[in-house]
């Protein structure tokens, strides 16, 4: 090949190669024109994450009194309702108990109607000694009118003058003996009365002793983290199990410090978890912030103060409150990982909840034991008080209250 044709080939490649440098360029050039203008027109309006997790209440399954675990109506993993007996502790020492205080308050009763049975005879013993008083000093009247004639002697005068005034003491004494009785028993009645209270205190104790030694489930949920086993010797408020209601989850995803700066209260949230993938989308919304980062909260904080510091970018907790009909098509378990995304477009909502929470936590299943006490209490008055008051339906009758467990299992 001559010079002049290898000069020519140089030549074309030379102007291949900046044909297509520049068409690289101008490619580069493009799609960085075009992702600039994503970003700035759509992206920037958005914050993401895969540091999130599902979080909910773990709520713990605590007895209120000691005993001995006879038996467990449920186990992990398995669906319970609120009020539904999870844990049967052995009541035979509660149970005695409760019938001595059942018995202390029906002697109680009885012996409070015999003060207000006293009070009539006391007030007719009072009635019985004024008679003897004006019995006695009319005999002692007619006497000193005829003692003038000599037909009384002055002995008989004084004898009748000792007997009015022995009536006059024995009615001062029968008159004390009333008032007496009736401080007992004034501006109350019997079942009011302060010995009757006493008793019906000790035996309503008696009873919550009795009752819960049935644990019961205070929430709806799953039961995990179960501890405990049959005939475990349990001690007040030592975690047994757990229950985690499903239908209450939320999302904690830990954003970057830099990432919260235009993020408010309400603004949407997309969510994806990792054990649907993609395919399942849920929505949300951003319910509040954590009043201080991971790394302040965590059991063994930095000390920055001591000189060995290096500058880590921080993670802010944000709570991302979800659809409940979401989660109840594709429910979700506490500690499953989440992808989050959070649209920052809107920022009139607020940076900080600025007002406490409406509805509080709470559970009723230990409203009824108390009800049943009063029940059996009031039954009680009532059955040795003559029928005088009107008992409740006895609906705390104590050992028809005991739950039928199933077979003990461990």
Do not use: C
Not at 64 to 70: F, S
Not at 130 to 137: G, N
Not at 204 to 215: N, P
Request: charged content about 20%; proline content about 4%; cysteine-free.
């Amino acid at each position: 090949m001559s010079s002049n044709q290898q000069a020519a080939a140089a030549a074309e490649n030379n102007g291949k190669r900046r044909r297509l440098l520049i068409s690289l360029t101008a490619a580069v050039v493009v799609a960085g024109i075009g992702y600039g203008l994503y970003w700035g027109l759509y992206a920037r309006h958005f914050e993401n994450t895969d540091d999130a997790y599902v979080a909910g209440n773990v709520v713990q399954v605590t007895p209120l009194v000691g005993g001995t675990v006879v038996s467990i109506a449920a186990d992990d993993t398995q669906l319970v309702t609120a009020g539904q007996p999870l844990i049967q502790l052995d009541r035979a020492d509660s149970q005695v108990t409760m019938e001595q205080a059942e018995a202390q308050l029906a002697q109680a009763v009885r012996e409070v109607r015999t003060l207000y049975v006293n009070n009539g005879s006391l007030a007719a013993n009072v009635a019985l000694r004024e008679a003897d008083v004006a019995k006695a000093r009319d005999d002692l009247r007619r006497r000193q009118a005829i003692a003038g004639s000599g037909a009384v002697s002055s002995e008989e005068i004084a004898h009748a003058q000792t007997s009015l005034k022995a009536a006059e003491s024995a009615l001062l004494a029968a008159q004390e003996q009333l008032a007496s009785n009736k401080v007992l028993t004034d501006q109350t009645t019997v079942e009011k009365h302060p010995s009757v209270q006493r008793a019906a205190a000790n035996l309503r104790s008696a009873y919550l002793a009795f009752a819960r030694s049935t644990i019961p489930a205070p929430v709806t949920g799953y039961v995990a983290k179960r501890s405990v086993q049959v005939g475990q010797r349990v001690q007040p408020g030592a975690p047994l199990m757990a229950v985690v209601p499903l239908d209450q989850v939320w999302v904690d995803a830990n954003f970057k410090e830099v990432q919260i700066t235009h993020m408010r209260i309400g603004q949407p949230v997309e969510l994806e978890a990792d054990v649907y993938g993609s395919k399942v989308k849920y929505t949300g919304h951003v319910e509040g912030f954590s009043a201080g980062t991971g790394a302040a909260f965590s059991l063994l904080p930095a000390q920055n103060a001591t000189g060995n510091w290096i500058k880590v970018v921080q993670r802010l907790p944000v709570r991302i409150a979800l659809d409940a009909k979401q989660l109840k098509d594709h429910p979700l378990r506490v500690g499953l990982s989440m992808n989050v995304t959070v649209d920052v477009r809107n920022e009139e909502g607020a940076a900080m909840v600025n007002a406490t929470k409406g509805r509080p936590m709470q559970t009723n299943v230990y409203d009824k034991v108390a009800e049943d006490a009063d029940a059996l209490i009031a039954r009680i008055i009532a059955l040795n008080n003559g029928g005088r008051t009107a008992a409740p339906a006895a609906t705390g009758a104590p050992r028809a209250m005991a739950p039928k467990f199933p077979a003990a299992h461990s």
